[in-house]
């Protein structure tokens, strides 16, 4: 987690860091700071506790801090609390390098006991200070340039970092190194960046280098210049992105969260227009062929938060459209537990950033078996797309919101392609059902503009959320999977507790916890089990609980045991998740308003979970 921006150029850099770490919030906000070089080559260090706002009003907008070549960062704590003196940057007593840092040093302790004897001292709690030290240690101790005494420090530290430094001998340069952490380099007109993130630097470059792991750059305002750990000159090609600067701003809408809630008919419909053409499944660019389709004798579905809950719901789709077993399992569960894979298996890696510390490690552990591996990824040029061997992209442009919502739905319909194709190429759909089905997918976009016209319901129904303590999300199948989604938005961003049970599962546990007044929202589009959990929902209902049904137009009988009932259009039951997803995420979305809270930015949390 944490955000990092560099920038080097002929403007002034700290507007340019301020707005580049505004779109890296998402990343972490407990703390923010900025260095920037003036004319005499000074250092301002400026860091402020709390929102960005904080660091912006302190720096008035950054026009207090003059200067054109500086770096900047967002934190979310690791090592020490978040505090001014713990945030970034971090730099040695005499200013000889300051640096900024994402990621985590897992040998900190022992760099810092090893420093302390050669006589540094250490301000703050990081590990980031132990590093910018480390770098310090061996660039004065050889009296090498700073390639080399990174290098060396590459070597020393274990764990994961995307660094920039900047050194007192070096002005207008900046150097940055790269180990598991996301990083971009972008280049345009005379300056150069360095990013977590393309949207933060989208609005100055759509230029930009992939540097990779184990990797060293050199930025100046002409340009940058890349070396390996040997400190080898190395050649890279610049990569132009083709997202809108407009998609990472607001665009009028009050918050980031509702905007891409709003984005879903299209990301959906450019998923499907990127993947489907003249009516049929093209994964030709994927190099997913039809040998290794029909190769394949079971899926793996990896992925964290809601990814893994786009997982579950493919998970029953795959199944029943190809019959071929699939297994969905949390990243961070599955790369402990010494998986015994087969390996004609698939793994299936499901990011929106590409980055997600351990669903990356889940990746590299298939590989390591020898097994092939398929990423659903979001973020064009993220670690598990370069790593992977096939990748199927969703196009849902950036999304900034922490709580996803137009990445998931771009992920199920990844998912839900995927599937179809096993189906045909495996001889258990015939082209009149495969045809159906992609026509039904075609459907998805309208259907979801038609529930987003009816949004001011659900924005009325959340009033009487708003106080609630506990909310319970029941549903089965396909249902139970988008109450697993349902549930994770709502405390995400409202803070309220709130548990997604299969329903079935009700009366092992959950039950005794159902009394007058308690929430329940069921959720009920699976055609065959539509009975099943309309008992449960009475069940709940006869012990006092206040309750709401999500169901398709047509179900009008769940009226009859719910307090509110909310209606999505018809669809084929195995894609109805993609239209019961809305109507959750606006709830969420409504309550945390309702509640005053903060919906892009949740406390405690970060949208690129890159520590594990
Ligand atoms: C964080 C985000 C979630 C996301 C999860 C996995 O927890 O807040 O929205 O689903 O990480 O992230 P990924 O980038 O791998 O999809």
Redesign the pocket.
């Known amino acids: 987690m944490c955000g990092i921006v560099g920038v080097v150029g002929n403007e002034a850099a700290a507007p340019i860091l301020l707005d580049g770490l505004s779109k890296l919030e998402y990343r972490g906000y407990d703390s923010a700071g900025i260095a920037v070089r003036n004319n005499n080559d000074e250092f301002t260090i400026v860091k402020a506790k709390g929102r960005l706002k904080d660091l912006q009003e302190k720096t008035n907008d950054g026009l207090a801090v003059p200067g054109t070549c500086g770096i900047g960062h967002t934190r979310w704590a690791t090592h020490g609390e978040p505090s001014e003196i713990n945030a970034h940057p971090h730099s040695t007593d005499d200013k000889n390098v300051v640096g900024v840092h994402n990621g985590i040093i897992e040998n900190y302790q022992e760099l810092r006991e090893k420093l302390i004897k050669k006589g540094y001292s250490f301000y703050s709690q990081t590990d980031t200070e132990v590093v910018v030290k480390l770098v310090d240690y061996y660039y004065k101790k050889y009296n090498i340039g700073p390639i080399d005494a990174i290098a060396k420090t590459m070597v020393r530290v274990r764990g994961s970092y995307a660094l920039v430094l900047m050194f007192k001998d070096f002005p207008g340069e900046i150097w940055v190194a790269r180990k598991d952490s996301p990083m971009i380099i972008g280049t345009e007109n005379g300056a150069s960046y360095v990013a977590s993130d393309v949207p933060a630097i989208l609005k100055y470059t759509r230029n930009v280098y992939y540097i990779g792991n184990h990797e060293m750059g050199r930025l100046t305002k002409d340009g940058a210049t890349f070396y390996n750990l040997d400190g080898e000159e190395i050649k890279k090609d610049l990569v132009e992105i083709k997202w809108d600067a407009e998609a990472a701003e607001k665009e009028g809408y009050e918050h980031f969260m509702i905007k891409e809630i709003h984005e879903q008919p299209r990301v959906v419909r450019e998923t499907l227009n990127t993947h489907v053409k003249d009516g049929k499944i093209d994964f030709s660019e994927i190099g997913l062929t039809e040998e290794v389709i029909n190769s394949v004798t079971g899926i793996y579905m990896v992925?964290?938060?809601?990814?893994?809950h786009a997982g579950v719901v493919m998970q029953y789709v795959m199944e029943s459209l190809a019959r071929v077993p699939v297994r969905c399992e949390l990243a961070s569960e599955f790369r402990y537990r010494n998986p015994i894979l087969d390996p004609n298996e698939l793994i299936v890696i499901?990011?929106?950033?590409?980055?997600?510390a351990d669903?990356l490690a889940a990746l590299r552990e298939a590989k390591t078996q020898g097994i092939k591996t398929l990423a659903i990824v979001?973020v064009v040029g993220s670690s598990?797309a370069r790593e992977a061997d096939y990748v199927l992209y969703t196009l849902a442009g950036p999304e900034i919101a922490?709580?996803?919502t137009k990445?998931?739905s771009a992920?199920l319909i990844a998912g839900y392609l995927l599937s179809i194709e096993f189906g045909k190429l495996r001889g258990h759909l015939d082209d009149a059902k495969y045809t159906e089905l992609i026509k039904e997918l075609e459907t998805i976009p309208d259907k979801i503009t038609k529930i987003l016209e009816d949004k001011e319901r659900i924005q009325w129904f959340s009033n009487k959320l708003a106080n609630s303590t506990d909310i319970f999300f029941i549903g089965r199948g396909i249902d139970y999977a988008i109450c697993m989604e349902g549930s994770l938005k709502l405390k995400?961003i409202s803070y309220i507790h709130s548990e997604a049970y299969a329903a079935g599962e009700l009366k092992h546990g959950t039950i005794s916890l159902i009394e007058k007044g308690i929430q329940v929202i069921s959720v009920l589009t699976q055609t065959d089990l539509f009975e099943k959990t309309i008992s449960n929902m009475v069940e709940c209902k006869s012990r006092g609980a206040y309750s709401m049904g999500l169901t398709s137009y047509g179900n009008y009988s769940v009226e009859d045991s719910a307090d509110f009932t909310v209606y999505i259009p018809k669809i084929n039951p195995l894609f109805a998740a993609s239209l019961a997803v809305v109507p959750l995420q606006l709830l969420s979305y409504y309550v945390s308003i309702e509640r005053g809270l903060d919906v892009d930015k949740p406390r405690n949390?970060?949208?690129?979970?890159t520590v594990e």
């Open positions: 992925a964290c938060g809601s990814a893994y499901i990011s929106q950033s590409g980055e997600t669903s979001n598990i922490v709580a996803t990445a998931y992920q995400e949390l970060a949208k690129s979970v």
